[in-house]
């Protein structure tokens, strides 16, 4: 009898590990054919041109051939950030190919959450129509920008927390110490690479407590705490390792904390409190308003799951959706500095507005029993569900070379880009050094391989006078072989003009300015 239980509890578990198997290779072909089209880090691009994906790249590169980040070379992004792209790096050093592979692996983990998260809520066939359209037109939203963001590396993070939690409220069985160990470990990476999506967590933790709590299980509550400690302090004391062997816990402060609270969010320290709350709720509705008209194929589907989400049952699951979007919300848009990308880390939330249509498909099917009536064509059962899925990644690749603001620069050879025509001059040279000279990274440094000598080798969103101070005493010792301008001039007898191109960027025209040292031993 024992014998016989063993064996039906071994093939369940088997049926178990090979349908999350196969919902994993579904995955992992929806995230590579819609990063294929998305993302300019991909293959079917000449290069990711996007300023902010080449400025952590060259961080991350500086910090792969020994520089200290924050101390030797600035970037006011997070240290793991810049290690993942140092990661990309060791991949493919004069491309985004490497980061384009970290993509597609990020994405297969935010499209498999995603599914499992529907699977909650709708049968495997509407599950696997959704997910690809939801993932492809979020990303051929404007929010998506380029690719690479710290927002889209994030997605697999929430999307995983997401499904755990509304598991663990679905079936009644709460969280597993691995599972929340999980958690803790996954929020200090969301910390190390941009804190301020940190909301999404301070929502996820506020009703498994009140949960523990109207059951009296206080032992519950610190025994959940000590496991999310531990999985926070699994990844912070790393990080803080290498900046103390470094010697710069200092700069890790200044540059990532200090400078991101005072000085990237515009924070008016003079306003009183009630001031400030004004302000942030103010920032709120107007730059969710601007993410709304902007993403419309991000925005929308999330509003209907918000929506929808009212008539799912169980008061638990609600409100911890609720209190994740609104917390997420509040930290990403409760400043005046507003950027297209910052909503991302929305998307997580789209798949609700599909599990709500679906959902409303379900019903209607219902009412004209139109599952009872499939019953008996048990093939037709089976291959339903694979043949949707392959329509659906089909119908997804078309929406995204109809709908993503980057399908256009395909048609670009490298040949054309003002980086490979300057990396031919620049080439010539043994060992050439490069500043990109009062504006933010072009991507000359990933493009010829260069390591930037100069700490502050572009400019950043921090209105700090060290950076143009540093870069102008740069320039007047003759330090750099090369210098790059964009939409300026270089006047400094030391340098002499080589090249010039004009090239849109973001559908503003520019032009590329190349200086060479004069007299070059």
Same mark, same amino acid.
């Not at 919902?23 to 992992?28: A, C, G, Y």
């Not at 079917?44 to 520089?67: E, H, M, R």
């Given at each position: 009898?024992k014998?016989?239980?063993?064996e039906?509890?071994?093939?369940?578990s088997d049926?178990?590990?090979k349908?999350?198997?196969?919902? *994993?290779?579904?995955s992992v072909?929806?995230?590579?054919?819609v990063?294929?089209?998305?993302?300019?880090?991909?293959f079917?691009? %000449?290069?990711?041109?996007?300023?902010?994906a080449n400025?952590?790249?060259?961080v991350g590169?500086?910090?792969?051939n020994?520089?200290v980040?924050y101390?030797?070379? $600035?970037?006011?992004k997070? %240290?793991?950030?810049?290690?993942i792209?140092m990661l990309g790096?060791f991949i493919?050093?004069?491309t985004?190919i490497g980061m384009?592979?970290?993509?597609?692996?990020t994405?297969?983990?935010?499209?498999?959450f995603?599914l &499992?998260?529907?699977?909650?809520?709708i049968?495997?066939t509407?599950a696997?129509?959704s997910?690809?359209i939801?993932? $492809?037109?979020?990303?051929?939203?404007?929010?998506?920008c380029q690719?690479?963001? $710290?927002?889209e590396?994030?997605?697999?993070?929430?999307?995983?927390?997401?499904?755990?939690?509304?598991?663990?409220?679905?079936?009644g069985?709460? !969280?597993?110490?691995?599972?929340?160990?999980a958690?803790g470990?996954l929020?200090?990476?969301?910390?190390c690479?941009?804190?301020t999506m940190?909301g999404?967590?301070?929502?996820?933790?506020i009703v498994p407590?009140i949960?523990?709590?109207k059951?009296?299980?206080?032992r519950?509550i610190l025994s959940?705490f000590?496991?999310? /400690?531990?999985g926070?302090?699994t990844?912070?004391?790393?990080?803080?390792i290498?900046f103390?062997?470094?010697?710069?816990? +200092?700069d890790?402060?200044?540059?990532?904390f200090?400078?991101?609270?005072f000085?990237y969010?515009?924070?008016?320290?003079n306003?009183s409190v *009630? +001031?400030k709350?004004?302000?942030?709720f103010a920032a709120?509705?107007?730059n969710m308003?601007i993410?709304a008209l902007d993403?419309?194929f991000?925005?929308? %589907?999330i509003?209907?799951? =918000?929506?929808g989400f009212?008539?799912?049952k169980?008061k638990k699951? &609600?409100?911890?959706l609720?209190?994740?979007?609104i917390l997420?919300v509040?930290?990403i848009f409760?400043t005046?500095?507003?950027f297209?990308y910052y909503g991302?880390?929305?998307s997580?939330?789209?798949?609700?507005?599909?599990?709500?249509?679906f959902r409303?498909v379900?019903?209607? !099917?219902n009412?004209?029993d139109?599952?009872s009536?499939l019953e008996?064509k048990?093939?037709?059962v089976m291959?339903v %569900?694979?043949a949707a899925?392959?329509?659906?990644?089909?119908?997804?690749?078309i929406?995204c070379?109809?709908f993503s603001?980057?399908a256009g620069?395909m048609?670009?050879?490298?040949?054309?880009?003002p980086?490979?025509?300057f990396?031919e001059?620049?080439?010539?040279?043994?060992?050439?050094?490069l500043?990109n000279y009062g /504006?933010?990274?072009?991507?000359?440094?990933?493009v010829?391989?260069?390591?930037?000598?100069? &700490?502050?080798?572009?400019?950043?969103?921090l209105p700090i006078?060290d950076?143009?101070?540093?870069q102008?005493?740069y320039?007047e010792?003759?330090?750099? =072989?090369?210098?790059?301008?964009?939409?300026s001039?270089l006047?400094n007898v030391k340098?002499e003009?080589?090249s010039?191109?004009? *090239?849109s960027?973001?559908?503003?025209?520019?032009?590329?300015?190349?200086?060479?040292?004069?007299?070059?031993?």
């Amino acid at each position: 009898m024992k014998n016989a239980k063993s064996e039906r509890k071994r093939s369940l578990s088997d049926s178990f590990g090979k349908e999350n198997i196969l919902l *994993f290779l579904f995955s992992v072909l929806t995230a590579f054919f819609v990063l294929m089209v998305c993302t300019k880090s991909s293959f079917l691009y %000449p290069f990711n041109d996007w300023s902010d994906a080449n400025c952590i790249f060259t961080v991350g590169k500086a910090a792969g051939n020994g520089q200290v980040i924050y101390r030797d070379i $600035a970037d006011h992004k997070g %240290p793991l950030l810049h290690f993942i792209h140092m990661l990309g790096y060791f991949i493919s050093n004069d491309t985004f190919i490497g980061m384009f592979v970290i993509e597609v692996i990020t994405g297969s983990l935010f499209v498999f959450f995603s599914l &499992k998260t529907a699977l909650l809520y709708i049968n495997k066939t509407f599950a696997l129509i959704s997910v690809p359209i939801c993932m $492809a037109l979020a990303f051929s939203s404007i929010a998506f920008c380029q690719g690479d963001s $710290a927002e889209e590396l994030c997605l697999p993070v929430f999307a995983f927390s997401m499904y755990i939690l509304l598991k663990a409220f679905r079936s009644g069985i709460y !969280m597993s110490g691995k599972q929340l160990f999980a958690v803790g470990v996954l929020s200090a990476c969301v910390l190390c690479i941009k804190y301020t999506m940190l909301g999404f967590f301070f929502g996820w933790i506020i009703v498994p407590v009140i949960w523990l709590i109207k059951d009296k299980k206080y032992r519950e509550i610190l025994s959940t705490f000590l496991w999310i /400690g531990a999985g926070v302090l699994t990844v912070v004391i790393p990080v803080l390792i290498y900046f103390v062997i470094n010697g710069a816990l +200092g700069d890790l402060w200044e540059v990532y904390f200090y400078d991101n609270i005072f000085l990237y969010s515009k924070i008016d320290n003079n306003a009183s409190v *009630f +001031g400030k709350i004004i302000s942030v709720f103010a920032a709120v509705k107007q730059n969710m308003y601007i993410f709304a008209l902007d993403s419309k194929f991000m925005s929308l %589907p999330i509003f209907a799951g =918000m929506f929808g989400f009212l008539f799912i049952k169980g008061k638990k699951q &609600k409100l911890a959706l609720y209190l994740c979007f609104i917390l997420t919300v509040f930290t990403i848009f409760g400043t005046e500095r507003y950027f297209a990308y910052y909503g991302v880390v929305l998307s997580v939330f789209s798949v609700f507005g599909y599990i709500a249509l679906f959902r409303f498909v379900s019903f209607v !099917m219902n009412r004209f029993d139109v599952k009872s009536k499939l019953e008996n064509k048990k093939m037709l059962v089976m291959i339903v %569900p694979y043949a949707a899925f392959a329509v659906s990644v089909g119908l997804s690749v078309i929406l995204c070379f109809k709908f993503s603001p980057n399908a256009g620069f395909m048609k670009y050879s490298r040949e054309e880009l003002p980086q490979y025509k300057f990396k031919e001059i620049i080439s010539r040279e043994q060992n050439p050094t490069l500043l990109n000279y009062g /504006g933010m990274d072009a991507g000359f440094y990933t493009v010829c391989n260069i390591v930037p000598n100069c &700490k502050y080798f572009c400019s950043l969103n921090l209105p700090i006078s060290d950076i143009s101070e540093t870069q102008d005493k740069y320039v007047e010792n003759g330090e750099g =072989m090369f210098i790059v301008t964009i939409n300026s001039e270089l006047e400094n007898v030391k340098y002499e003009l080589v090249s010039t191109e004009d *090239f849109s960027y973001e559908d503003k025209a520019k032009t590329y300015r190349l200086y060479r040292l004069k007299n070059i031993a």
